[in-house]
């Protein structure tokens, strides 16, 4: 954390080990304070529109108003700030501008800030690799492979450590679609780096530290993390699951930055660090740090997450605001992304899909079968995304892993969110996706897009197919709908309609959790990020031949013997 004091000064100086700085006030009314690159006095030549406030050709990484600290600051020129930097390989000046956001002048630049090692390893983040006892390790660093060769130092709590090499990743500013990632909004990203740690043992703690090899033969380390393996598919074990979407991200110095938007999501971060011990496993189904072009703001995100993802598997799913740009392959015209079509969140994360830029895949973890959709590619009957869908759902070994979740960003089924028709979602994937649901007996589906909580009966064609409310038992025979997309930002009201298939709504920040004891006892709870405290649950109990029951829609083919 960096105090910056504002004072009237002759010359704005700041020495680089100091944690003070001295502008001469200008007698001006309101300041704009941010951070900015060294290099961003030198604005492109360009006819690009400023895309959003504060309107400067260089994205700050995030600015406070120089009042805030002080009311009196336009009277006496002086006010205090305090700002919290972290590591994004590079060196920091502070910029002060007259103007306020609609018209801002630069008045003055700071000399550098210096991280010791802008070049760090950083931000590990961990993934279920395509097979069950792989666990797979991505971070960020400032060494191409021409600088340092990357890798994971790993092995067994307390025992004998291995080395896994890393592969490396990044993309250039032509890799992106359009405005303002191309223009305002770029910075170079670093190199991405993932490992592959395999052949692990079922259930058991690992330890882990991220290296490189610099080619003098000096190594740099990260720090010491550890991680608990995933169960064997099928494993009668406590295995406990979260999920939710659109968090984003928020500064925790009380700074503004572009895109700004997310005020719940440090309060969702940190219940999920608060209850760490009791998550085996996370999924961030779309809107991630709703960066939407603004690409400092996935170091940003990556850092906050950190000290969950860097623990527990963090699954992620795609959104809007990682995909969607127009004329570029997604499946809804608009950029939503801010130019980044999906290589941001392709790049900084690994999933374990056939192909990255089709952003679906299946998962394992001990008694649970995961079928993550891709919301902004086409899904209709025949797509070839469809075709997937029906392949992963169908193989589910229901004896071995009863719980057979299928999620996707946008609302595929039933929300009553501000559509006056109370059944508001995409109604070509309800129409599409149910059947396969129907068909496959899926436990529960869960979406995010829409800003609050919601979760309906057991459903089918629009009707309750059971009348409990919290207990469910005996055959599976329509599909609870969950939304769960209160991770963090702004949040969304809900339709005046009351459907009959809506049991409980909640328009607060929060998330999902399920619990999966064994193989015939299952509780979800949604808890509100607030105070960590459930709101909202129910239980599932059955056995396997509640599975194979006909049910209407679901019922194998038979046929009398010769």
């Given at each position: 954390m960096l105090d910056m004091e504002l004072v009237n000064s002759r010359y704005p100086r700041l020495p680089s080990t100091g944690l003070s700085m001295r502008f001469t006030r200008m007698h001006l009314s309101k300041w704009n304070l941010s951070f900015l690159a060294p290099s961003s006095s030198s604005c492109p030549d360009d006819d690009e529109p400023r895309q959003q406030a504060p309107y400067i050709c260089s994205a700050p990484i995030k600015y406070k108003f120089a009042n805030d600290s002080s009311a009196g600051y336009t009277k006496t020129g002086k006010a205090t700030l305090k700002f919290q930097l972290i590591n994004q390989r590079a060196d920091f000046s502070f910029a002060l501008f007259s103007g306020g956001l609609s018209n801002p002048k630069l008045s003055a630049v700071s000399n550098i800030?210096?991280?010791?090692?802008?070049?760090?390893?950083?931000?590990?983040?961990?993934?279920?690799?395509?097979?069950?006892?792989?666990?797979?390790?991505?971070?960020?660093?400032?060494y191409n492979i021409n600088e340092a060769v990357p890798f994971v130092e790993w092995g067994l709590k307390g025992e004998s450590q291995t080395q896994s090499p890393a592969g490396t990743l990044t993309f250039s500013r032509n890799a992106m679609c359009g405005a303002p990632a191309r223009t305002?909004?770029?910075?170079?990203?670093?190199?991405?780096?993932?490992?592959?740690?395999?052949?692990?043992?079922?259930?058991?703690?690992?330890?882990?530290?991220?290296?490189?090899?610099?080619?003098?033969?000096?190594?740099?380390?990260?720090?010491?993390?550890?991680?608990?393996?995933?169960?064997?598919?099928?494993?009668?074990?406590?295995?406990?699951?979260?999920?939710?979407?659109?968090?984003?991200?928020?500064?925790?110095?009380?700074?503004?930055?572009?895109?700004?938007?997310?005020?719940?999501?440090?309060?969702?971060?940190?219940?999920?660090?608060?209850?760490?011990?009791?998550?085996?496993?996370?999924?961030?189904?779309?809107?991630?740090?709703?960066?939407?072009?603004?690409?400092?703001?996935?170091?940003?995100?990556?850092?906050?997450?950190?000290?969950?993802?860097?623990?527990?598997?963090?699954?992620?799913?795609?959104?809007?605001?990682?995909?969607?740009?127009?004329?570029?392959?997604?499946?809804?015209?608009?950029?939503?992304?801010?130019?980044?079509?999906?290589?941001?969140?392709?790049?900084?994360?690994?999933?374990?899909?056939?192909?990255?830029?089709?952003?679906?895949?299946?998962?394992?973890?001990?008694?649970?079968?995961?079928?993550?959709?891709?919301?902004?590619?086409?899904?209709?009957?025949?797509?070839?995304?469809?075709?997937?869908?029906?392949?992963?759902?169908?193989?589910?070994?229901?004896?071995?892993?009863?719980?057979?979740?299928?999620?996707?960003?946008?609302?595929?089924?039933?929300s009553s969110s501000y559509w006056e028709d109370g059944s508001y979602g995409e109604p070509m994937g309800r129409e599409s996706l149910q059947k396969l649901w129907q068909k496959y007996k899926v436990d529960i589906v869960f979406f995010g897009h829409i800003h609050n909580y919601e979760r309906t009966c057991p459903i089918y064609q629009n009707q309750c197919v059971n009348t409990e409310r919290s207990h469910y038992s005996g055959t599976v025979n329509g599909t609870i709908n969950i939304v769960v997309g209160g991770g963090g930002s702004h949040l969304s009201d809900f339709g005046p309609v009351q459907t009959s298939w809506s049991l409980f709504r909640d328009s607060n920040y929060g998330f999902g959790k399920l619990t999966a004891f064994n193989h015939s006892s299952l509780l979800f709870e949604y808890k509100r990020s607030s105070d960590g405290k459930v709101y909202d649950s129910f239980t599932i109990s059955r056995d396997y031949r509640d599975v194979l029951a006909c049910v209407h829609d679901g019922c194998e083919p038979t046929t009398l013997a010769t």
């Open positions: 800030i210096t991280f010791a090692n802008p070049k760090a390893p950083l931000y590990p983040r961990l993934s279920q690799g395509k097979s069950w006892n792989e666990m797979t390790v991505t971070w960020t660093s400032g305002v909004g770029w910075r170079d990203p670093g190199f991405i780096h993932t490992s592959f740690l395999k052949e692990l043992w079922p259930n058991t703690p690992y330890t882990y530290k991220l290296g490189h090899r610099l080619f003098n033969g000096s190594f740099i380390w990260s720090k010491s993390y550890y991680f608990k393996s995933s169960p064997y598919p099928g494993e009668d074990s406590l295995q406990r699951v979260v999920i939710f979407g659109d968090m984003g991200k928020a500064e925790r110095d009380g700074s503004n930055e572009y895109s700004n938007y997310q005020p719940g999501s440090l309060n969702t971060t940190d219940q999920l660090v608060n209850d760490l011990n009791n998550i085996d496993i996370v999924f961030h189904i779309g809107d991630l740090p709703y960066a939407n072009g603004y690409i400092s703001q996935w170091d940003q995100f990556t850092s906050q997450v950190e000290p969950i993802a860097s623990a527990v598997p963090y699954m992620i799913g795609s959104g809007n605001h990682e995909r969607d740009v127009p004329g570029t392959g997604s499946f809804y015209d608009t950029n939503d992304s801010g130019g980044e079509c999906g290589v941001l969140a392709e790049t900084m994360f690994y999933v374990p899909a056939e192909n990255r830029a089709k952003f679906w895949y299946s998962t394992d973890y001990g008694m649970f079968h995961f079928c993550i959709a891709d919301s902004e590619h086409d899904w209709r009957e025949g797509s070839e995304q469809y075709k997937f869908i029906e392949k992963c759902l169908a193989s589910a070994d229901r004896q071995k892993q009863p719980w057979l979740i299928f999620a996707a960003h946008r609302v595929l089924g039933y």
